[in-house]
Every structure is written in structure tokens, then in C-alpha cells.
């Protein structure tokens, strides 16, 4: 298993700043995601986070736009650029630790409560 | 491309058993997950279904048949605390694809 943290667990912003979100995990992972959930929807995968290169984005969502950092295997950031209030939702990372059965399985954050006014 | 469907919402009864059902179509099938997520909470693991044939946990259990593209979770004994969000998922290339989560209300 894996235990995450995210920072901040909530925030409330206005429109066009920036927010970062970051992810910690208690151990080296191989796989890291970061997910959107709109209020009373599921789980939306925004991108797959990589460490040492580029993150590798979902249909409709773009890197200008949600920009990912992964400097090592235990830390990732997401930040949500210029944002609308299109853009409140939680956030939540995940990660997959490639090891046990099944190896599918993932171990979510607590999540981050964005507020867009 | 993948695609998975559950009801929307479900309300049950203390005490009784509750079975929530999971269709899908996948390319390529890697197993079937179900999780529990609790309102303003992060989804938890519940179970992992590859193999057709039911799975028992505890009050829970997960059926697959891969041959119908179908899953459901039974909820047995059911308790208050049961009440949350259950999202069937299953593995695409490198990620979990979810279903949009069955919200299930237990009352008293």
C-alpha cells in the first residue's frame, strides 16, 4: 500500500490566478495520476505523471493548461492555470505502486478541494 | 476505447442486501475493480475481479462474467455507514477509466 498527502487540502481562488497542488507519497512509485472530480460526477483522468520526462495528458486536457511536475519518484505538483470557475472541483492524485496483486490497483490522495469564484 | 455503465443512484435498507451492476466495453480487459467512496472523502480499493465467477469479502462481494461485459457488487447486511459513492473501473493502458459511480443511500 502507499500513503499520499496532498497540499492544500482546500482552497478557494479567483478567477485567472494560478494554483499549485501538491502530491507526496511515502514511497517510491512508478505511476503517478492526478484526477479531476466534478461535484456528484466520478473520476476524471486529467494525465499520467512521469518521472523524467513529459506528462502524458487525456483527450481535453493540455499541459498550458495544467502543467505537471515530477522531480522524483515520491513527489508530484498539478497546477490549474488561469483559472474560471469551470474549474472548481477536487483533485486528486494517485498512484500506483507496481508491486502485490492486483498491480492495476491504485491508492488515492485525500484530495483537494478547489473553490474558482 | 472504454466505456462503463452504472445507476445513477440506489437507496436500500439497513439490514438488507444490495446488489449494484456494472456494464462495460473495453479493448483489451485487465480486470474489474469496484471502490467505495465516502462523500468529500478519496476512494478506497474494495475489490479486483479478472476471473469470471464471484469474489466474497466480508458483507461484500464482486461477481464478473467477462463473456457479458458485467460486474456487480453485493452488499450484504447492509449498514449505515454503507452509504457512499461505489465506482466500478476498469484498467485501460496505464491507468484506471471509472464509471461515473453508483451513490447508494441507506436508510433506516
Known amino acids: 500500500s502507499a500513503v499520499i498527502s496532498q497540499k492544500p487540502s482546500r482552497d478557494i481562488c479567483q478567477r485567472g490566478t494560478s494554483l499549485t497542488i501538491q502530491c507526496q507519497v511515502d514511497?517510491?512509485?512508478?505511476?503517478m495520476f492526478w484526477y479531476r472530480q466534478q461535484p456528484g460526477q466520478s473520476l476524471t483522468l486529467i494525465a499520467t505523471a512521469n518521472q523524467g520526462s513529459e506528462a502524458t495528458y487525456e483527450s481535453g486536457f493540455v499541459i498550458d493548461k495544467f502543467p505537471i511536475s515530477r522531480p522524483n519518484l515520491t513527489f508530484s505538483t498539478l497546477t490549474v492555470s488561469n483559472m474560471s470557475p469551470e474549474d472548481s472541483s477536487i483533485y486528486l492524485c494517485?498512484?500506483?505502486?507496481?508491486?502485490?496483486?492486483?498491480?492495476?490497483?491504485?491508492?488515492f490522495g485525500p484530495g483537494t478541494r478547489l473553490t474558482v469564484t | 476505447g472504454q466505456n462503463i455503465d452504472q445507476p445513477t443512484e440506489m437507496t436500500a435498507t439497513e439490514g438488507a442486501i444490495v446488489q449494484i451492476n456494472c456494464t462495460y466495453q473495453?479493448?483489451?480487459?485487465?480486470?474489474l475493480f469496484w471502490y467505495q467512496q465516502h462523500a468529500g472523502e478519496a476512494p478506497t480499493f474494495l475489490s479486483y475481479?479478472?476471473?469470471?465467477g464471484l469474489e466474497e469479502k466480508g458483507r461484500f462481494s464482486s461477481f464478473l462474467s467477462r463473456s457479458k461485459g458485467y460486474s456487480y457488487l453485493l452488499l450484504k447486511e447492509l449498514q449505515m455507514k454503507d452509504s457512499a459513492s461505489y465506482l466500478c473501473a476498469c484498467p485501460g493502458a496505464n491507468n484506471l477509466f471509472f464509471g461515473t459511480g453508483t451513490r447508494l443511500t441507506v436508510i433506516p
Open positions: 514511497s517510491q512509485v512508478t505511476m
Open positions: 494517485s498512484v500506483e505502486t507496481g508491486t502485490g496483486a492486483p498491480s492495476y490497483e491504485q491508492y
Open positions: 475481479n479478472v476471473l469470471d
Open positions: 473495453t479493448s483489451g480487459f485487465n480486470g
